[in-house]
DNA sequence: ATGCAAATGCAAATCGTTTGCAACTGATGG
DNA sequence: CCATCAGTTGCAAACGATTTGCATTTGCAT
């Protein structure tokens, strides 16, 4: 259940940003729409390809660049592995990364993220922002 | 104050590994023994090429593996840059990076650690390593 | 429809890091 | 003390993820 309430519309983002709603957009919006996990550019491409097979590499990195500049996405650069995307519409949260299976569990802790916020406080530092990941495996 | 309680002995480390004591290496453990930042492989090759100018990256490469494979140093990946490495014997601790000078600040939270266990345990998970990094800038 | 800036696909470039290989050198046995 | 030889080196080339230059295509406002 690590799903968002809505899917966002980022069509609307992207027109709004003035940018084209090209054939090649549409195909890599649609699959971040419907995607329930937190894919890389790869396989990104893969299913983009699926759908159309003229569709390029450079242009899913560079879609991915113009909806993370634009606040639509997330880009999560995890433990030694390529940069993983997910949708920036939902609420913050950190992840539990499973070592076995490379899947990714969601969670939040207002307590934890108020410690932080504590500790930089006494360091004279403000937070930008953060990053918390646990690797770890099913018991 | 982000210093050790002593320097590791790199050398003993690694001849109890098995492995010899070459010309390189020693420059490069020296170079980690009074190391008092984080430095990165590209850090340490300039720093050690002032001492001998025969030395290669890659050899400062395989030497970190080295220490890494043993335990005697840890490796970061902070976002974005090349991975930092530090001396392992000192107790866990986690990382505030300035975003403005790349300076990188330790500090601990045994709090947080309960809390990221407890987390944990509660998705059926065991934590097999976790990394908490905050990104802020002086106040 | 038409024009033109924006976007594409491709290949080549980039960055950090690893690796194959032939030359070199520690450390051990004699 | 030196020969031996596997362990190490430097170099250049290979790497994986990502970005970029460029000539060609394509949205889309007119």
Redesign the pocket.
């Given at each position: 259940m690590s799903s968002q309430a809505r899917p966002p519309d980022y069509e609307s983002v992207l027109r709004d940003a003035g940018?084209?709603?090209?054939?090649?957009?549409k195909i890599i919006l649609k699959i971040l729409a419907e995607r329930d996990d937190h894919p890389?550019?790869?396989a990104i491409f893969r299913r983009a390809v699926r759908l159309d097979d003229?569709?390029?590499?450079?242009?899913v990195?560079?879609?991915m660049?113009l909806l993370e500049d634009r606040g639509a996405i997330q880009r999560h650069?995890f433990q030694g592995?390529?940069?993983r995307f997910e949708p920036a519409d939902s609420e913050h949260h950190d992840h539990l990364i499973d070592l076995d299976t490379g899947d990714v569990i969601e969670f939040h802790s207002e307590k934890i993220e108020q410690l932080q916020d504590e500790i930089a406080k006494s360091l004279g530092y403000e937070i930008v922002h953060h990053r918390l990941e646990l690797y770890g495996r099913k018991k």
């Amino acid at each position: 259940m690590s799903s968002q309430a809505r899917p966002p519309d980022y069509e609307s983002v992207l027109r709004d940003a003035g940018v084209r709603i090209t054939r090649p957009r549409k195909i890599i919006l649609k699959i971040l729409a419907e995607r329930d996990d937190h894919p890389d550019a790869m396989a990104i491409f893969r299913r983009a390809v699926r759908l159309d097979d003229s569709i390029s590499l450079s242009t899913v990195y560079r879609t991915m660049k113009l909806l993370e500049d634009r606040g639509a996405i997330q880009r999560h650069a995890f433990q030694g592995g390529p940069s993983r995307f997910e949708p920036a519409d939902s609420e913050h949260h950190d992840h539990l990364i499973d070592l076995d299976t490379g899947d990714v569990i969601e969670f939040h802790s207002e307590k934890i993220e108020q410690l932080q916020d504590e500790i930089a406080k006494s360091l004279g530092y403000e937070i930008v922002h953060h990053r918390l990941e646990l690797y770890g495996r099913k018991k």
